[in-house]
């Protein structure tokens, strides 16, 4: 089951401030994995990776990743140095097997100044949502199998209850 | 097997070459946890490395690399094997997550993985740490996985269909005489 979603990204384009350290105009593509098939495992893994292309050609920028008002560090793939003006990382995270919900996941990527704003307004108590992401990718969890509802084996002494049961009631029925 | 009790009490295994207790430096305890109840052949194996840092400055530029998964044995299905974090504050913990699938069953031995980085942002020389090893463990064919935990919904499909003679012809039989009969008294109704 090589899953490979392919979500769809909403852009939230670059603020016009000129600054050289800032990423202007993100483009990202970004591919997932969900590990769906949980009937051997403790943790559900989401992995998602991204390329991240700035219109003015940054490279060394940190980014922070947030997810359900979890934040997450953003790792960098070591061998990124060889994609020309393209920021590769990966944000991965696990949850209960028992508590992973379905449905749409929200990555909100940061880089150093928004977070740093995050941090300002989770400090003084204001609304950590006023702050912009740099980019928004939707990531959908379509539900994950924990193994069947009902076990073949209680399935088949259901029917076999059913079935002698409605035999024997009919050939009492004859008796009488 | 609860992969993630038993490792993560390994979990303070560390390699720091020199560090004193007062200097205002980054240390890094990392672990490596399996986090599957069974390893199936061909099925995933997550493996989560969490990276912990009791220093007290901000480790730098953490690359955590794990070479322990040839592609001969597993085949990389997500997330990096070759990761760098750019910056883990003091007193704080992060994760990596990567999802790889065996090959071939059998016993497998995970050793640890490695982890370089700064324990100080003028450090001259990189800081290197092991991770915890989750040690050896055992593959389990994806036959005999399948023989115990799959649902045999064909092998009580075929059961089924192997019974239903036994029950349909004396029904069919029995179906047979009746409605012989009831015609034979309709008839002798009419009279």
Same mark, same amino acid.
């Given at each position: 089951m090589m899953n490979r979603f392919i979500i769809f990204s909403i852009l939230i384009c670059g603020i =016009?401030?000129?600054?050289?350290e800032t990423c202007q105009k993100p483009e990202v593509i970004a591919s997932a994995y969900v590990?769906?098939?949980?009937?051997?495992?403790?943790n559900v893994a989401f992995t998602t990776q991204f390329v991240l292309k700035c219109s003015n050609g940054v490279k060394g920028i940190t980014l922070y990743a947030e997810v359900d008002g979890k934040s997450l560090p953003a790792a960098r793939l070591s =061998?990124?140095?060889?994609?020309?003006n393209l920021i590769k990382i990966v944000v991965s995270w696990t949850e209960d097997v028992k508590k992973a919900r379905s449905g749409d996941y929200n990555i909100k990527l940061y880089d150093d100044e928004r977070y740093a704003a995050i941090r300002k307004a989770l400090r003084n108590g204001?609304?950590?949502?006023s702050v912009k992401p740099l980019v928004v990718v939707v990531l959908n969890n379509p539900g994950i199998y924990r193994?069947?509802?009902?076990n073949s084996e209680l399935l088949a002494v259901l029917l076999a209850a059913l079935v002698s049961y409605s035999a024997f009631s009919s050939k009492f029925k004859l008796l009488a | 097997m609860k992969w993630h009790i038993i490792f993560a009490a390994f979990a303070a295994f560390l390699l720091v070459t020199y560090a004193e207790e007062e200097e205002e430096a980054a240390r890094l305890l990392v672990s490596k946890q399996l986090l599957n109840k069974y390893l199936v052949e061909n099925m995933d194996i997550v493996i989560k490395y969490t990276v912990y840092n009791v220093g007290n400055a901000a480790a730098l530029e953490v690359e955590i690399t794990d070479n322990s998964f040839h592609p001969d044995h597993f085949t990389h299905?997500?997330?990096?094997?070759n990761a760098r974090i750019d910056r883990v504050p003091p007193y704080t913990n992060v994760s990596h997550i990567v999802v790889v699938r065996p090959r071939k069953f059998g016993y497998f031995n995970f050793t640890s993985a490695e982890v370089l980085y700064r324990?100080?942002?003028?450090?001259g020389s990189l800081q290197f740490a092991a991770s915890s090893e989750p040690g050896e463990a055992i593959i389990v064919s994806f036959r005999d996985y399948d023989k115990q935990f799959s649902s045999h919904v064909i092998d009580w499909a075929a059961f089924a269909v192997m019974t239903l003679p036994s029950l349909a012809i004396p029904f069919a039989l029995w179906y047979s005489s009746k409605s012989k009969y009831e015609k034979l008294l309709k008839t002798t109704k009419k009279h």
């Open positions: =016009s401030e000129i600054f050289a590990t769906e098939d949980a009937t051997i495992l403790t =061998s990124d140095n060889k994609y020309q204001e609304d950590p949502n193994g069947p509802w009902i | 299905v997500s997330g990096e094997l324990h100080k942002e003028d450090a």
